[in-house]
């Protein structure tokens, strides 16, 4: 009863409005009171109010009035007549949902095409549809309009994607190098969709720029580790070293790093650093060979010196520390300097126990049985170094040992 009585109210209530109104305003409220009950009604009544007053808002309700009881195509013929005289981006928007509807996608481009000249939208609207009609070659143009009108990634990225299924990749990494050079408002994407184009062992300088306007712009430190590993393979050692006294990325590498430019200083100071962060022993052991070569460098190898560096070895060894380079260094440097001939021999014998071929740990078993005035076991020695390498092939230290245990006499 209700119910009713609600419905009985309404049409009384709208009836006093139609008798009290007239004109422009009568026609609104018949147009909604009719909207639901007779939407042919409500559409004359709609369309009767734009001929009267040219207003476009009563032409957009007539549409919607006429698609509740004309089939979509009679609507979409009408809209389109209507829209060929006068232009209107809500009646153009109503047709465009309205092809979309149908699934009308050739209509949907025909449309958008005649739009896309006015607003950046519609471009990108038709590039899409151009894309989704499998016609890359008119999407491309159209992105590169769009390109230098708004100079957006968006744009870049419908020219890349365009081209890549155009299969024209080295265009597109040619497009996109130009660009990050260019346009300053380039997100990080960019540089990765270029890192992917490039092959970092044929053009690694391209991808050393990408690398580092990534990790300019994101501080993450894969793209250092990378940076990093394409410096190593282009050998640009001296750049190298700066990145990683900047970034203090790998103190490791930057410490075999300072080494292989013999600069000893520099990495001697960086063996605290690595030993604070590890707790690895074998810094210690790392500290005594510099603590040695520094001296030498300086020709200041003396008695103090000799002391630290044995100090330093043996907290190394006592802390666990296994390594055949380091037992021969240690055991070599008590042998040559007749600190303890014996206990460094014993040193060097660990050494070759654990690489019985390596030449250097033989010279200085040989050079420690000549230091205990075991001549025929040095010359033994001597022999297995020539077997094992050519004379020509060998350090000059070495060459100077073999002499003198070859003149050796117990």
């Known amino acids: 009863m209700k119910k009713l009585n609600r419905v009985l109210f309404v049409i009384l209530l709208c009836a006093t409005i139609l008798s009290a109104q007239k004109g422009e305003d009568q026609l609104i409220v018949e147009g909604l009171f009719y909207s639901q009950s007779d939407p042919k009604v409500a559409a004359q009544k709609w369309k009767k109010l734009f001929e009267t007053t040219n207003n476009e808002d009563y032409l957009l309700e007539y ?13 979409i013929k009408e809209l389109k007549e209507i829209l060929n005289k006068k232009k209107s981006k809500e009646l153009y928007e109503l047709l465009a949902s309205l092809y979309a ?25 038709l590039a899409y549809l151009y894309a989704i ?6 999407a491309f143009k159209l992105y590169k309009q769009i390109y230098k009108k708004d100079k957006s990634w968006d744009s870049l990225k419908g020219i890349l994607s365009t081209l890549a299924r ?10 996109l190098w130009h660009e990050v050079h260019n346009n300053e408002k380039l997100p990080k994407e960019a540089y990765t969709v270029l890192l992917g184009l490039l092959n970092d062992h044929n053009e690694p300088q391209k991808a050393i720029f990408a690398l ?14 990378s940076l ?16 990683l006294e900047k970034t203090h990325y790998d ?16 990495a001697y100071k960086l063996i605290y650093w690595n030993y604070q962060q590890s707790k690895d022993p074998k810094w210690l052991a790392e500290k005594a060979s510099l603590t040695y070569e520094i001296a030498t460098q300086y020709k200041a190898v003396d008695k103090r010196v000799l002391e630290r560096v044995s100090e330093l070895f043996e907290k190394a060894f006592k802390a666990g520390v296994v390594n055949a380079s380091y037992y021969n260094y240690y055991g070599y440097t008590l042998i040559d300097h007749e600190r303890d001939i014996r206990k460094g021999f014993e040193y060097v014998k660990k050494a070759v126990a654990l690489e019985p071929k390596n030449v250097f740990y033989l010279d200085s078993l040989a050079w420690g049985y000549y230091k205990l005035k075991q001549c025929k076991e040095a010359k033994a020695v001597i022999l297995k170094i020539k077997q094992l390498s050519p004379l020509e092939s060998l350090e000059d230290d070495i060459i100077e040992h073999i002499e003198k245990i070859e003149k050796c006499k117990e």
């Open 101 to 125: 509807n149908e699934g009308d996608t050739k209509g949907l481009v025909d449309l958008v095409d005649t739009m896309a000249t006015k607003d950046i939208t519609s471009m990108y609207e």
């Open 251 to 266: 103190n490791k590498l930057l410490y075999e790093l300072y080494l292989s430019k013999e600069e000893l200083v520099k």
């Open 228 to 243: 990093i590993g394409l410096y190593i393979y282009t050998k640009e050692y001296d750049i190298l070293i700066d990145l």
């Open 212 to 225: 580092k306007r990534l990790y300019k712009i994101t501080k993450k430190p894969e793209y250092l580790k």
């Open 166 to 175: 155009l299969k024209r990749l080295p265009e597109a990494k040619k497009i």
């Open 63 to 75: 549409f919607y009035a006429s698609l509740r009881y004309r089939k979509i195509q009679d609507v």
């Open 133 to 138: 009609e499998g016609n890359d070659t008119k």
